[in-house]
């Protein structure tokens, strides 16, 4: 059949039915349907009546059509063409018809992909509506780019506003400093050190420009040009810090500047530092560089109170600041990195981490550093660095600390400082102190301190004469202490001459070694841990060991004792010798109890005695009174027991106290309560403990009253009429240190006495002998030391009610030791005299002969028949004229060996200032030589 007689299917609009509908309307204006693009979209609005678009006219009907017809209509059938399928596909996804330019409908319910209708656009396109799966949750880089924008616009608009909105403050007010005040016990003033801001302002022209490079090129290298904060600095410290290298500080020399002079906030907080960084851009934008400088190293601490560079210059190196040299100056850079840990003195009262070996090791270290820093940064040359290396290498070392304060305030002030910064647990520290505006109040008495300094002065003048014996007077030194048994409190102290001329605090440690004042600890050990059984193991239980009692307690008193381990073999040391024990001026007591061996301070017996309970119990007895471990020899030699350690005036005094408190240890403090404004920052808290059973303490003050109390004690001399007194004589080997230590019932003190060498710049002082010194052959406990006791707490207990101590009760066994033999001797044996015979030089000790000892002697007329109360000229240990001195002797001046007991009385009939030969002096006891006592 031909094309043209075919009948075409009708589209369901357009041709020839859409014709015959349209010449079936009525005629006129009306609105005809509107003309159908390929698409079916209306291309003109009903009612044109053009001829283009109309489907076909009356007048033409059947004879022609316009562009469409049967193929457009077949088309649009074949391809989802016509209205209702249009209108559906546009949005269910049909793939359109029409005309050449059709377009298709769109993938799915979000809207067509190609073509179709877009629907409403978003402001953000998130999640993108053009992605599948996992790529519509990835933002477009112009959705990501505008965040960022958005939110730095967002910063510089709130950092704006921040910085618009922060002030600077009034650097006279932040800078000021406030006093701390320091309060005696009474609540009345005792110094006000102004926060020990030791600060005088200087002018940017006085500060040298090696100081300013110093600090430039250890803390802020940028200074010069950045705009008062550095990003780069901080990020380098960061990374720096990280590999554990030296470090530039993070913030810069404007914003440390702030931090010191124009904030109060000191606190370690977010807001502080964002404060802290918009006020230093203000403070550089405001104030100019010379300035910030000069007030930053005038405000900057420097460690000893030291505030400004001037007064460091002064502290440290005695000199102004302009003439300070780049190699101190560098000293002084590394300073501000802390100088609790910088200091090359040292600051172990701060914190014992801060000894001064480790601290001249670091700041000798960023010394070096911050001058090669400054030659790496142009500001020094090599040359000139070389030349301070060869001069001062290490480093040039700054003078030993000072004291602000004048006479004994000093040593007080200092006292309770160190004592508030190693007991406050709020974290304050030095830096937090020198700031200022704390209240101190002291357990000092102000009387007690006044009446310690006089009677000491008195002594001195009286008998120290450095003009008349310049050999033998010059550089003696007393310390003293009191402590209250029943509270701890450190009422008193005696420091030295003067805190700014003698800058050691003598009733702190000196190094001076106890002596025979050590034995009573060895006697509480024996009632504490008992001897050993000699046929049972080293380590033995307390069951296993026997409690001694003192009266009861026998040992061997001879002179030159063979000192034997607890199992009955000779001791012998390295080297294989003996320790053959002596006494003072080579005494012998044969049996005696340990009662009448502390009367007389005979050394064999508590030699003995310390070898059988054992050089670790014994150890662990002074340190429970409360001596502190590190004041104690760390040997195990026999002489252990007789005083070679050396604790300070302060915890001898306390550690007496325990026995005068029933057994109850309380470490001495100075600072009773710390506040700031109304706010308290610290309070002490007692916190006793019990070192010994009440009996054990109470035995051991029995024994002590009758050192003093009885005619043959060696402690006669500190007697105070009308009250109970306990103490203990001391005077070591070769005479170097004299003790006394003793308490009442209410108050416990130590006195000491020492010669240093003439050396004042040698850190490592040694210790000189006393004979002669004061016009006496030999310095005794009993003598000066005692003296001083007696004086002093006499005074100070006027008007004191009189206390008792407790009596004691039963205690122990019996206890025959160091070859003594039973039954028990009498009270008090006579002593015995030895012939002084003095081994040859070649002859070692373990194979000398020990001569018996011999018969008794006479005494001569101006001695008693103990040999213990000689006139001036007489007798085994000569005493003050009128015959008060206490025998006993320097064993090492027999030439054998060691002694801690007491001498004690008052000249020799012919001083000695050394002794004799065949002595081998030092520690090590017996032959080998030790502290006399």
């Known amino acids: 059949m031909s094309e043209h007689r075919r009948k075409s299917p009708q589209p369901q609009s357009g041709g020839r039915a859409a014709a015959r509908r349209a010449a079936q309307q009525p005629s006129g204006r009306r609105a005809a349907p509107p003309h159908r693009t390929s698409a079916g979209s209306a291309s003109t609005p009903y009612g044109d009546e053009s001829p283009s678009a109309s489907y076909g006219d009356s007048t033409s009907q059947g004879e022609g059509r316009s562009y469409g017809g049967r193929a457009e209509s077949r088309r649009a059938a074949q391809g989802g063409g016509g209205r209702r399928r249009m209108d559906s596909g546009a949005g269910a996804g049909g793939r359109g018809g029409g005309r050449r330019g059709g377009g298709g409908g769109g993938r799915g319910p979000d809207g067509p992909r190609y073509g179709g209708d877009p629907g409403k656009r978003r402001l953000i396109d998130y999640p993108r509506r053009d992605k599948d799966g996992w790529g519509r949750w990835v933002p477009s880089w112009k959705l990501a780019t505008g965040i960022c924008l958005g939110f730095i616009g967002t910063l510089m608009a709130a950092a704006t506003v921040a910085y618009a909105m922060v002030g600077v403050p009034d650097p006279d007010k932040a800078a000021t400093a406030q006093n701390n005040v320091y309060l005696w016990d009474d609540g009345t003033q005792m110094a006000a050190t102004g926060g020990e801001i030791n600060r005088q302002n200087v002018d940017f022209e006085q500060i040298p420009l090696h100081m300013q490079n110093a600090v430039i090129s250890a803390e802020n290298k940028t200074f010069w040009s950045d705009e008062g904060i550095d990003p780069m600095g901080i990020s380098r410290a960061l990374v720096n810090m990280a590999k554990g290298g030296q470090t530039q500080g993070g913030s810069t020399i404007t914003q440390q500047y702030v931090k010191n002079n124009r904030l109060r906030d000191q606190s370690q907080t977010l807001s502080r530092k964002f404060k802290e960084l918009f006020i230093s851009m203000k403070i550089d934008n405001q104030v100019k560089k010379s300035d910030i400088m000069a007030g930053y190293l005038n405000t900057s601490y420097y460690g000893r109170g030291a505030y400004g560079i001037q007064a460091a210059a002064r502290t440290y190196y005695e000199t102004d600041a302009n003439k300070l040299t780049a190699s101190q100056s560098a000293v002084l850079a590394a300073l501000l990195k802390g100088p609790t840990y910088f200091d090359p003195a040292g600051a172990i009262d701060i914190d014992p981490a801060a000894t001064q070996a480790k601290n001249y090791k670091r700041a000798a270290e960023r010394w070096s550093w911050i001058l090669d820093q400054m030659v790496k940064d142009g500001h020094l040359d090599s040359a000139e660095r070389d030349q301070h290396i060869q001069a001062g290498y290490p480093m040039p070392k700054p003078i030993k600390k000072g004291a602000k304060l004048g006479g004994q305030v000093g040593y007080l002030v200092d006292l ?51 003009k008349k014996r310049p050999k033998y007077d010059t550089f003696v030194q007393f310390g003293g202490a009191s402590v209250e048994p029943s509270t701890g409190k450190i009422v008193a102290i005696y420091g030295g001459e003067d805190a700014t001329r003698h800058f050691i605090n003598n009733a702190n440690e000196t190094g001076a070694q106890v002596g025979s004042t050590f034995k009573p600890f060895v006697l509480a050990a024996a009632m504490t841990d008992g001897v050993r059984d000699p046929k049972l193991g080293e380590n033995q239980s307390l069951e296993e060991r026997t409690l001694v009692d003192p009266d009861k307690a026998i040992y061997n008193g001879k002179n030159k004792l063979k000192i034997k381990r607890y199992d009955g073999s000779v001791w012998r040391n390295e080297e294989g010798k003996e320790w053959l024990q002596v006494n003072d001026n080579d005494q012998s007591y044969k049996n005696i109890n340990l009662r009448d061996a502390m009367i007389v301070s005979a050394n064999s017996p508590f030699v003995q005695l310390g070898m059988d309970i054992g050089i670790p119990q014994v150890r662990e007895a002074a340190s429970n009174a409360g001596l502190l471990e590190s004041s104690l020899d760390k040997s195990n030699v026999p002489s252990f027991s007789i005083g070679i350690s050396s604790p300070s005036a302060i915890r001898m005094a306390g550690a007496y106290g325990t026995f005068a408190a029933n057994g109850q240890q309380r470490d001495p403090y100075s600072v009773q309560e710390v506040k700031k404004g109304a706010l308290t920052v610290y309070k002490h808290k007692d916190e006793p403990s019990g070192a010994f059973p009440p009996v054990i303490a109470n035995t051991v003050t029995d024994i002590l009253r009758d050192v003093v109390d009885k005619d043959e004690g060696t402690g006669k001399n500190a007697r105070i009429p009308g009250r109970p007194v306990a103490g203990k004589t001391g005077t070591t080997d070769g005479n170097k240190s004299a003790w006394f230590v003793g308490y009442t019932p209410q108050l416990s003190t130590a006195i000491d006495m020492f010669r240093l060498d003439s050396n004042e710049k040698n850190k490592n002082r040694a210790f000189q002998e006393m004979f002669g010194t004061g016009g006496k052959a030999k310095i005794h406990g009993s003598s000066f030391p005692s003296e001083i006791w007696q004086r002093y707490m006499s005074d100070v207990h006027k008007g004191q009610p009189v206390k008792q101590f407790p009596k004691p009760g039963p205690f122990g066994e019996a206890v025959w030791g160091g070859g003594a033999s039973s039954p028990p001797p009498s009270p008090l044996p006579s002593p015995s005299k030895e012939p002084s015979e003095k081994p040859s030089k070649s002859s070692s000790p373990s194979a000398s002969k020990e001569p018996s000892p011999s018969p008794s002697t006479s005494p001569s007329k101006s001695c008693d028949p103990w040999g213990l109360d000689c006139g001036e000229l007489g007798g085994t240990e000569g005493g003050d004229p009128g015959g008060n001195g206490n025998g006993s002797g320097n064993g090492s001046a027999s030439g054998s060996g060691n002694g801690s007991g007491d001498s004690d009385g008052g000249v020799d009939p012919s001083p000695s200032p050394s002794p004799s030969p065949g002595v081998n002096s030092g520690k090590g006891g017996g032959w080998l030589g030790g502290p006399d006592g």
């Not at 520290?429 to 006044?450: M, R």
């Open 416 to 466: 309770a400082k160190a004592n508030f910064l190693s007991k406050n647990d709020r974290g304050i520290t030095a830096k937090d102190l020198a700031q200022g505006g704390y209240e101190i109040h002291t357990t000092f008495n102000k009387s007690k301190v006044k009446k310690l300094e006089k009677t000491i002065a008195d002594v001195y003048k009286k008998n120290i004469d450095p």
